[in-house]
């Protein structure tokens, strides 16, 4: 979400970063609607004015015993014309505000330009690739060999791009799970938060879902919706607030269910768990000062980072251009594990820097200690990590030669010291 005031002030620095994200320029429409609107706001005032004027010689004139007809015929004609100039300023203010919330947010000058995912710019690289003695095998068939992932009996239920767990599986999720949300709260300052699942509408809009991206969710019979990620009902904490600067950075986490339409994947990862309709993921998201923004953004990849270095899961980082960032995003890194069976990375997290886009819409601010006038936070958010795609990470680069699965060291606490998951 834009601030009309300062595409009025500055429309050429705007239509050209749009343009970075392959936007045709927007600023002489809006500014256009924002004429229009100022313009009936005038009438508006003018018309509240005048009406208050008569009104007043309405009383002087019965005072003096005076004919007042006339004026009270004004103040009526005044009531009629501010009625119609009320929702003229309303349908206008709608659609302005309609406009702005469709368009995507601004880069960062560090963000590389380009058109897809094949113009991102790779930061770094983690990790030795495992070498194997056998053709190592996708997930999906190491987990239904070893009888614990079927997607079979989910398909019966639920329809396709949904998965059951069953035992050592469905406890290696659980421990992911419960490894990421230890780390996040123990070591990094996360305060760990249970979230509802199910939201109205007004929070996916402060998150930026809502309008533009309405297909991609799941809506119930009573106008809520299920949540694509635990950024919304987060980043929704600090919604119409006003948080004292020296309170950040705020730090939350959870683990959630994710549900997601898919739309427009059709024939994408159509096997394995990839990309489901629903599924788990831990998140990070942060409140900050502006200032503050930049360095979180490095900081929260970092850990995405540390997760996968002690799982001992080899990953590059990326830094998204202009063509493949998100809606929201002025900045993203995305973290892409190595999955042997498919002899490629593919994302297992993505961090981004939203700036105040979504505080905008949210009317989230952050006020100093000194200072009454207040500003927009930043925020953040980033998969800290998606556990089913951690899930096949692992069973991928863990794979043995029979179809047993290492557990990584680190989470054999967590499995009850079982190292190894072998055939039901």
């Not at 398909?155 to 767990?165: D, N, Q």
């Not at 929260?300 to 202009?322: D, F, H, N, W």
Request: charged share 30%.
């Amino acid at each position: 979400m834009f601030d009309i005031k300062s595409i009025r002030e500055n429309p050429d620095h705007y239509d050209a970063a749009w343009g970075r994200r392959g936007i045709e320029p927007q600023a002489k429409s809006l500014l256009s609607m924002d004429v229009e609107l100022r313009k009936k706001h005038t009438e508006l005032q003018e018309c509240q004015s005048r009406r208050n004027e008569a009104s007043k010689a309405i009383g002087m004139a019965k005072s003096k015993g005076e004919d007042a007809s006339a004026a009270i015929q004004e103040v009526g004609d005044l009531k009629a014309k501010m009625s119609s100039l009320e929702e003229d300023v309303r349908v206008l203010t709608e659609k302005l505000n309609s406009a702005l919330s469709r368009i995507d947010n601004i880069p960062d000058p560090d963000v590389p330009d380009g058109e897809s995912e094949d113009d991102n710019l790779e930061v770094r690289k983690w990790g030795d690739l495992p070498s194997f003695d056998f053709e190592p095998k996708q997930h999906f068939d190491l987990g239904e060999n070893l009888g614990q992932m079927d997607f079979e009996s989910a398909a019966k239920m639920s329809g396709a791009r949904f998965v059951i767990l069953r035992s050592d599986l469905a406890k290696l999720e659980r421990a992911l799970a419960a490894y990421m949300l230890d780390m996040h709260t123990t070591e990094f300052g996360y305060e760990e938060v249970s979230v509802p699942l199910l939201v109205r509408d007004q929070a996916l809009y402060g998150t930026s879902q809502l309008p533009k991206f309405e297909e991609d969710l799941f809506k119930t019979t009573s106008d809520h919706y299920l949540i694509p990620t635990g950024e919304v009902p987060l980043t929704n904490l600090v919604n119409n607030t006003i948080v004292e600067e020296e309170k950040l950075p705020l730090r939350f986490t959870c683990l959630s269910s994710c549900y997601r339409s898919e739309a427009g994947s059709a024939g994408r990862d159509t096997r394995g768990m990839i990309r489901l309709h629903q599924f788990q993921k831990v998140e990070m998201v942060s409140i900050t000062s502006p200032e503050q923004s930049n360095d979180e953004l490095e900081r929260m990849t970092g850990i995405a980072e540390e997760v996968l270095q002690r799982l001992k899961l080899p990953y590059r980082v990326v830094k998204l251009c202009t063509g493949d960032m998100g809606f929201a995003a002025h900045k993203t890194y995305d973290l892409e594990v190595w999955l042997p069976g498919q002899n490629m990375y593919r994302e297992i997290s993505s961090c981004s820097n939203t700036g105040d886009f979504q505080a905008r819409r949210m009317k989230a601010r952050c006020r100093s200690k000194n200072d009454k006038k207040t500003r927009f936070v930043h925020t953040l958010n980033g998969s800290g990590l998606a556990v089913g795609r951690t899930m096949v990470a692992i069973l991928e680069n863990y794979q043995n030669e029979d179809g047993s699965i290492t557990v990584p060291e680190v989470l054999r606490p967590y499995m009850g010291g079982k190292d190894l998951i072998k055939a039901s």
